[in-house]
């Protein structure tokens, strides 16, 4: 064939193009590497090796797991745990509040007993926990101690509002004296008699009448007040409505039970 000017002659002609034998191209790398691995994965023991190893590792994630939700949520030793981690249990963690009343002032009272005889070491380590303590922290020691509090008036509040006439009176005294008598155990005060308990709660009474009027109607409702404002910003927000009217008429009837002036 005759090329025209400008044309370039081709390499090959078209017997031999046409005769050309096309290489088929290689396998692609996903089948070599599937045809690398085959022997291995249809071999029983590498399956049985790899289902111990899959078996190897969920365990050991559960382990992991496990222990980081016992060491955040198990009750320590109060007796033997370093104290700053039953401070933290105690005041910081709501797993606390999560105890029944008893349980919770068992706790407070071998705690009490332990800042009492606490070594050097115990109060060094209590030092830097307290230093920590800021913001959040706080606020929970706060709700841990306005719960347990609540939780106790509570629970005789509830008896107490199926109670009438002197049987009212007669449970007031009873629970005022159960109530002080867990104040001086964790205080560390010494036994008083229940009849000793009740003069010095009608007592403190009397003086704290006294003390309002010698302020006087203004300064009284002032300390009123604030007083009120303690109680709904540490006590009133971790309750209910109806825990909160059951609590404050108790502790009002107590107050009117002892008051000089009932």
């Known amino acids: 064939m005759t090329n025209r000017p400008g044309q370039f002659e081709p390499l090959l002609s078209d017997q031999e193009r046409a005769g050309a034998v096309v290489t088929p191209a290689g396998p692609s790398l996903g089948q070599r590497l599937q045809d690398a691995v085959t022997p291995y994965t249809s071999s029983p023991k590498f399956m049985q090796r790899l289902g111990a190893g899959v078996v190897a590792a969920t365990m050991l994630a559960l382990g992991v797991s496990g222990y980081l939700y016992w060491e955040r949520h198990h009750k320590p030793n109060y007796a033997l745990d370093p104290i700053d981690d039953v401070a933290e249990f105690t005041f910081l963690r709501d797993d606390f509040n999560n105890l029944s009343i008893e349980e919770r002032l068992k706790l407070i009272r071998e705690f009490a007993d332990r800042l009492r005889d606490a070594s050097s070491s115990d109060s060094a380590m209590l030092a830097s926990f307290a230093a920590g303590i800021s913001g959040k922290a706080r606020e929970q020691i706060a709700a841990n101690a306005s719960r347990l509090m609540l939780d106790m008036v509570d629970r005789s509040a509830l008896?107490?509002?199926?109670?009438?006439?002197?049987?009212?009176?007669?449970?007031?005294?009873?629970?005022?004296?159960?109530?002080?008598?867990?104040?001086?155990?964790?205080?560390?005060?010494?036994?008083?008699?229940?009849?000793?308990?009740?003069?010095?709660?009608?007592?403190?009474?009397?003086?704290?009448?006294?003390?309002?009027?010698?302020?006087?109607?203004?300064?009284?409702a002032r300390m009123a007040s604030g007083i009120m404002s303690f109680l709904n910003s540490n006590v009133a927000k971790h309750s209910n409505p109806i825990q909160q009217q059951r609590t404050l008429q108790m502790m009002a009837d107590v107050n009117k039970h002892f008051s000089r002036n009932r």
């Not at 560390?188 to 010095?200: K, P």
Request: net charge negative.
């Open 159 to 220: 008896e107490y509002a199926n109670l009438t006439g002197t049987e009212r009176e007669k449970f007031l005294e009873k629970s005022v004296i159960e109530w002080t008598r867990i104040a001086d155990q964790v205080a560390g005060r010494g036994d008083r008699t229940d009849a000793e308990i009740l003069a010095d709660v009608k007592k403190e009474t009397e003086q704290r009448e006294k003390v309002r009027e010698r302020m006087g109607p203004e300064r009284s």
